[in-house]
């Protein structure tokens, strides 16, 4: 029996897929059961054969003999045999069939090249998609965070993710003025790593580094006093260190990527037609996004500049449920 004939006699094996494929995570919402995945983007690699063992949290699992990289980065694939493999496992794991073949509706970033776009669209059929649709971030994300497609009225959408940040002005259903930073949780984590090891003349890892951000770091004025002790190794010689970071410090590495958001709104308000300008300053701004939970990042863009701001819930979660609720609606 062809794979067409079963797909109309059991349509379950065609559900629709929408598909957040991020830098740090990849979420998947299955048509009629919601959100169904939620993993880090991650591939195991055995450091002899290159063979990949694992994906997902079960990759970020420390072993012997095994290197773990990160396929997609600011939005895009950069590894695309280990994207392959790895979205081709996450959708056998949220479908279950091996004879599925679901349409795929995947969020892209605003900035995204055509040959990013090719490479994306190589990995989905890689991964036994029937139809691809691609969807710009910003929309996903007004769907998500509660806009309806038809609202007259406009309103501004942040999307601060692991690896871009992308703001847009949307109405009607449409971003009327989008501008896409390749600038995000990752870059931030990468500046407080440097800032560390220039003031302290150590060096920390990943993980640490996104630890002191989600502790003591902040988008507005720190704390006065606030530290937090930190292990890490010395840039010379590797041996064990450890430090007592500020939440000055950790603030001034992180300052020139908030400034940059602030400047990307302020640039897409300043594009904006008069009409679409006096709506946003009524609605507001909506922040999505898993960089959007630094905390006083929504205090900061109020205050820089001058219009409502507003953290939606779920933020982590707000592109992958805007894309699920248009591919139900098409």
């Not at 008069?274 to 205050?303: H, Q, Y």
């Amino acid at each position: 029996m062809s794979v067409r004939r079963l797909e109309s006699m059991l349509p379950f094996l065609s559900r629709d897929l929408a598909i957040d494929l991020g830098t740090a995570a990849t979420r998947i919402h299955v048509r009629g059961k919601g959100l169904m995945l939620n993993e880090p983007s991650l591939v195991a690699v055995d450091s002899e054969t290159g063979q990949f063992v694992a994906f997902g949290a079960e990759a970020g699992r420390q072993r012997a003999g095994v290197v773990t990289v990160r396929p997609v980065r600011n939005g895009a694939i950069v590894e695309p045999d280990a994207a392959r493999v790895m979205l081709r496992h996450f959708v056998h794991k949220v479908h279950g069939h091996p004879y599925a073949r679901p349409r795929m509706t995947i969020a892209v970033p605003g900035g995204i090249t055509a040959i990013e776009r090719r490479v994306m669209v190589e990995a989905a059929y890689e991964a036994q998609a029937r139809q691809i649709i691609f969807m710009e971030q910003p929309l996903a994300a007004a769907l998500g965070a509660g806009l309806a497609l038809g609202d007259p009225m406009a309103a501004i959408v942040v999307d601060v993710g692991s690896g871009t940040t992308d703001v847009a002005a949307v109405s009607m259903g449409r971003a009327v003025a989008v501008r896409s930073m390749r600038t995000g949780g990752e870059a931030m984590d990468a500046a407080i790593r440097l800032e560390v090891r220039r003031a302290h003349g150590i060096v920390i890892d990943d993980r640490t580094a996104e630890t002191l951000k989600e502790q003591i770091g902040s988008a507005c004025e720190p704390s006065a006093g606030r530290r937090m002790e930190v292990s890490g190794t010395h840039p010379r010689h590797g041996a064990p260190m450890s430090a007592m970071v500020s939440a000055e410090c950790v603030h001034e590495a992180l300052d020139p990527a908030v400034r940059a958001i602030v400047e990307a709104v302020r640039e897409v308000l300043e594009s904006c037609s008069p009409e679409i300008a006096a709506d946003v300053a009524r609605r507001g701004l909506l922040l999505t996004g898993g960089g959007a939970l630094l905390s006083g990042l929504p205090r900061r863009l109020r205050r820089d500049l001058g219009i409502p701001v507003a953290l939606v819930n779920r933020p982590q979660h707000t592109v992958a449920l805007g894309l699920g609720m248009w591919a139900a609606r098409n």
